[in-house]
């Protein structure tokens, strides 16, 4: 406490005070930590656009956006937008293509950060379309499907179509060419659609 001694002067008498000066500064509470409420890792599909949060700690720390940076290690899988108000940190992922991104938090003054991994997984499949048919269409009875030539465009509820072109990992053929017989069909499946 410090004490501080003030003269006023009125006409022809003085009066001196003795005034009590505390200190007015107050502490600024100190940032000790940086998580995310929910540890698990997100998914997220292509187009899409999930909030995850975060805090700091001690709780009474009134945070805000410009002491952090908010960062998504590969942009071209997962892109972030951040708000923070009071110690909460509120994260928005969008998925742009199927892979994985570690999203992150740091306080910048500090270097306390804390990372989780996102992963972006395709949209849901609204259809797909043969883009172009297989080169041979004549086969003999019994005779194994030959998908060279053929390619597919596969929409998706949000997002850009993708053309895949056989012989593919993804695409699948039924068929049966056990007896002979005039426009056979080939159902071309991919992943989960046909």
Not at 20 to 38: E, N
Not at 93 to 104: E, L
Not at 128 to 136: D, G, L, S, W
Request: proline share 3%.
């Amino acid at each position: 406490m410090k004490t501080v001694v003030k003269v006023v002067k009125f006409s022809y008498l003085t009066a001196i005070f003795a005034i009590a000066m505390l200190s007015c500064k107050k502490d600024k509470v100190r940032i000790d930590g940086v998580d995310w409420d929910d540890l698990a890792n997100v998914t997220v599909k292509v187009g899409e656009t999930k909030t995850v949060t975060g805090k700091v700690t001690p709780a009474n720390y009134n945070a805000h956006l410009d002491e952090f940076a908010i960062t998504s290690s590969n942009t071209g899988v997962a892109t972030v937008t951040g708000s923070v108000s009071g110690s909460k940190i509120t994260v928005s992922v969008t998925g742009v293509s199927p892979g994985q991104s570690d999203v992150a938090i740091k306080h910048v003054a500090t270097g306390l950060s804390k990372s989780r991994t996102v992963t972006v997984v395709e949209a849901d499949i609204s259809g797909i379309v043969i883009a172009t048919q297989p080169t041979k269409k004549t086969y003999t009875t019994g005779e194994q499907f030959n998908p060279a030539g053929l390619s597919i465009t596969v929409n998706f509820v949000s997002g850009a179509p993708k053309t895949v072109t056989a012989p593919n990992a993804d695409l699948t053929y039924t068929y049966d060419f056990s007896m002979a017989g005039e426009n056979k069909t080939v159902t071309v499946t991919y992943g989960k659609s046909s």
